[in-house]
T-cell receptor, first 114, second 108 residues
């Protein structure tokens, strides 16, 4: 599944700073997703996108902004980082909704906010 | 509301022992369920999906609508099965609701 890449892999920043996590996929998948992974909570959906220029909130969107100007890219921005946003962030993509297409995940970005 | 519950955060078994990772869900519609696995230092990957009724790496999972469960089973655990396992429920728009995960440790 090398077709979906996240950058950076690790990031340390300070509270109040803006930080952007990048996600790029080469499959031309319609759907893209951002999750955060926290101990005891599993993965929680932050935002998702059904196609270019179409985005929608997931379960925990507060404090995050996304955009999808191109099908292959889905950046996630923390406009003013808080310590509660320290987490591991996963990007995923999937093809059309039919046929139980699975989501393909990136390697994750480990974000620490001091 | 959709919800996925994995009651065990950690499951520890010996090599060769049977293993069952529990998953319960609540969903008003017809559920579509998946098991994802995350090995150490690797990305999350699909293990199996209920609609395929397949066996992957010796694991099987049967959807029990009466008990709203989708437990993952393997008759003889191997050390390489040690990983984090997530049960997930598909919603509209291909979104997934994940359980909290169960860490499986298989001891030699």
């Amino acid at each position: 599944d090398a077709g979906i890449t996240q950058s950076p892999r690790y990031k340390i920043t300070e509270t109040g700073r803006q930080v952007t996590l990048m996600c790029h996929q080469t499959w031309s998948h319609s759907y893209m997703f951002w999750y955060r992974q926290d101990l005891g909570h599993g993965l929680r959906l932050i935002y998702y996108s059904a196609a270019a220029d179409i985005t929608d909130k997931g379960e925990v969107p507060d404090g995050y902004v996304v955009s999808r100007s191109k099908t292959e890219n889905f950046p996630l921005t923390l406009e003013s980082a808080t310590r509660s946003q320290t987490s591991v962030y996963f990007c995923a993509s999937s093809d059309r909704t039919e046929d139980n297409q699975p989501q393909h995940f990136g390697d994750g970005t480990r974000l620490s906010i001091l | 509301a959709q919800r996925v519950t994995q009651p065990e955060k950690l499951l520890s078994v010996f090599k060769g022992a049977p293993v069952e990772l529990k998953c319960n869900y609540s969903y008003s519609g017809s559920p579509e369920l998946f098991w994802y696995v995350q090995y150490s230092r690797q990305r999350l990957q699909l293990l199996l999906r209920h609609i395929s009724r397949e066996s992957i790496k010796g694991f099987t999972a049967d959807l029990n609508k009466g008990e709203t469960s989708f437990h993952l089973k393997k008759p003889f655990a191997q050390e390489e099965d040690s990983a984090m396992y997530y049960c997930a429920l598909k919603k509209a728009g291909n979104m997934l609701t994940f359980g909290g995960g169960t860490r499986l440790m298989v001891k030699p």
